[in-house]
DNA sequence: CATGAATGAGAATTCATTCAT
DNA sequence: CATGAATGAATTCTCATTCAT
């Protein structure tokens, strides 16, 4: 990926996270970036196409640390997925364009394929989370991964949204920490009452997905 | 509110929520509900007039509905929480445009009016579940309660995707009453562990909101 | 002429004055009025009908106040012509709408009818002026009146724009005064001189106009 | 200024010549260019924006022509206003469209700025008489001056109607000289008289205006 | 590769006019 | 007569995309 590609994928972050897709015009992107319109065509076809890219670009980098944390030596597994989740509170802060973008554009239906794409990362976020707990909790997990996987989700993205949409400033390991524990009550609770609610059928065509 | 009103935000919201804001044209609407384009500007002021209207027509609808079984009687307030998180589940899937549309665009920016409604609507969700944690804990879960009511929201948030983006068919009483007894592992562990991780100054503004 | 056709052309007046023709929306002439705009059609045909309703009225009314004074006794020639100059500037400020919309409006073509009778306004007040030279100065003036109508026409327009526009406040006698002293230095420069500019086959089919 | 742009405003003071500036479309003016709409915004941010190039382009070009005759040598200053106003009248008939145009629309409300840039222009005019007067007749005639530039413009503006709106040709050697005489009738007389209507303080805030 | 002028298909919005009640 | 909802043509303006230089 050339250098260009970058700073234009770079720059229409900022602009989609501030303004939104639709109301950022390529020409914007373009003066951002220093350079004409047309220039902006040689690398992308279409304003679809840059979005669709830099939503790849990102998720791939995100998604590319957090597994070189997992092949981190010498830890827990639960050392490793507090780390995993701290960390991932960390770049998205750092990356809060990229995150603030999300939050905006999800699901806003642009084109198929991005919408295909976007679906893809909810789906691989869904079966990140859920192993990790099948590493720190083992087997006897199983039935209640995807509850806990949800769950997590959603408490992670909440408190997310306080920190990108109000702009607040958290401490981020503490914050891990305390979901993570929350987690745990949950755990040993469905553990020995045995309950959960989401089947692997519910979910088959969502976590086959790509 | 005339039938015509009503009629124009109920075909508003069916495209806003399978199209997206922007991708809907006020053709589109106007044709939707069988009439010229200039008649819907007899009843709305522009194309903004007509999101922030539907915004405040499904909003205040459920709100209501959500007060009215709070006055129900001879219930415990466990009893009326998880009934009106029922209804609440049940409603969305019945509006399930509404929800849609408010996914797919929660916080894309259009304008100040609106984004400040979208604000507050987030800020009255987090003070209501807040009330009912009070209600159903008493004074003792006052430390807790922001957390909670933000893991919840987060967690029913996720819950409703499965719902309405993926089109899952719940049983939405199974699921209320699931969520419910988590948050109360979590009540459970936190009131014996006394930790907590939001403080009110947090979202002192947030919250102070109207 | 009915109550309500008047109200409509007063109240027309004072937009198209204020605001120009085209910026005037049939709804604003309504809603000065105080009725529906569908009643506003049982009086006149057109926008257009309205506009020109409100020529034909204003000029008709002060066409004929003018007339009435020439009709006084006991005056001299050039009294007359003092007075009916003043009386009208008078009335010029009284019906500042009419007039500060006729120099808005001026020559904008509106329709084929409209145009043809603002020529007609413009030809009808060459004339007059013309005979009230005649009835001033006799016959000798006969080779001058044309330009002597042309330049008193200009010149009281221009004072009048202070008046309308710029919203000064002159003492119109005084005014009416000097600008008739004037004309006199000139009519005698003229005849000593004999020179003049127009010829009546330059005017021809202007003064012959309706 | 480009060539593009120069057509633009060439084809709209045309089109507003004829019809009128409300009346003339975006797409008429792109069409007698013989482009696409679009185009015309790459060289004009909005109609208004055409319109005020329209006025600025034209004005600025007269006024720059009538400027360079001044610095004309061995002509007396009465042979100089002579000339002047000879140019001036036949500048006004070469670029027929453009006096035309701002005889139909002076005065008619279209922008704040373009309103202010049109009472500029009228007030310029004032000065620039005032100034041509000084020239000429000395320091004496300055109590005289507003009244002499006032009537002055406003014979102008009448003898110009008649060239522009009923297409008669004029000799305008012949027209400017016998102005400039009558104005000389006049100038004898006040001076001899020594009276005047107009005072610095009536037209103090529309003289000192940019 | 870079440019930016040209394009033209929409988009939102306005408003004179009609007409059923 | 009065009403005002309905209409839809017309208007201004935007912007992704193309392409000749």
Redesign the interface.
């Known amino acids: 990926m050339t250098d260009k590609k970058i700073m234009i994928i770079e720059q229409a972050i900022k602009l989609f996270a501030a ?2 897709y ?2 950022t015009s390529i020409q914007e992107i373009a003066d951002a970036c220093g350079f004409a319109k047309g220039t902006l065509y040689n690398y992308f076809e279409s304003k679809d196409d840059v979005m669709l890219s830099v939503l790849k670009h990102y998720s791939g980098m995100i998604m590319a640390m957090v597994e070189n944390i997992a092949k981190d030596q010498s830890l827990t597994p639960k050392e490793v997925f507090l780390k995993q989740i701290h960390f991932q509170l960390d770049e998205c802060v750092k990356h809060r364009d990229f995150i603030e973008m999300h ?7 642009v084109n198929q394929e991005i919408n295909d794409f976007l679906y893809s990362i909810r789906s691989h976020r869904i079966r990140w989370l859920s192993n990790r707990f099948r590493d720190v909790y083992g087997e006897r997990i199983e039935p209640f991964v995807l ?1 806990l996987a ?2 997590m ?7 997310l949204e ?1 920190i990108i ?2 702009k ?1 400033q ?1 401490d981020t390991l ?2 891990s920490k ?1 979901i993570i ?2 987690m745990d ?2 755990v ?2 469905l553990m020995s009452s045995g ?3 989401l089947e692997y059928s ?2 088959e ?2 976590l086959e997905n790509r």
């Open positions: 303004k939104g639709h109301s939050i905006r554009e999800y699901a806003v239906p509850d949800t769950m989700n959603g408490i992670l993205r909440e408190y306080y949409l109000d607040k958290f503490k914050l305390f524990d929350r009550n949950i040993k609770a309950e959960h609610f519910d979910l065509d969502f």
